[in-house]
């Protein structure tokens, strides 16, 4: 929340930010989403010494109680990890800020959080993925 305004921004490790953000909302409880779907096929190309489902983009929609508030596509994501001194955290920024033009860490959300629920699902290569792979790869194996 920035303003009374739903934000989320996405930090291409300084390359590129890509934000998205929703009409400042009224008093009272609402519920917040965001959802991304992966335009790759994932880390299990790697099996394959394939770097191809990593590091694409994908769709970003953020929604406030169930309404699509804005939509966005990236054209890129980390391939494989996040910086390793960063943290998530929930009510408090305490490392560094992902927009610095925004707030200053520390920075203490002040509003009630009810409940977070975080769902990761990461994609899953198809018995066809997985066939595609292997002749890319020069291999004669057959998927079941």
Do not use: C
Request: glycine share 10%; proline share 6%; net charge negative.
């Amino acid at each position: 929340m920035l303003k009374n305004k739903p934000v989320f921004l996405w930090n291409l490790v300084d390359l590129k930010r890509v934000r998205w953000e929703g009409p400042e909302l009224t008093p009272g409880k609402h519920v917040l989403e965001f959802d991304f779907a992966y335009d790759g096929l994932g880390i299990g190309t790697l099996a394959f010494n394939n770097f191809s489902g990593v590091g694409r983009g994908g769709t970003g929609v953020l929604k406030v109680d169930g309404q699509t508030v804005d939509s966005q596509k990236m054209e890129h994501t980390l391939p494989f990890i996040l910086q390793w001194d960063e943290a998530l955290d929930v009510g408090l920024d305490t490392l560094t800020g992902v927009n610095d033009a925004d707030y200053e860490p520390p920075f203490a959300f002040t509003g009630k959080i009810d409940k977070i629920t975080l769902t990761i699902d990461r994609p899953k290569l198809s018995p066809e993925d997985v066939k595609k792979l292997e002749q890319a790869q020069g291999s004669t194996k057959v998927s079941e």
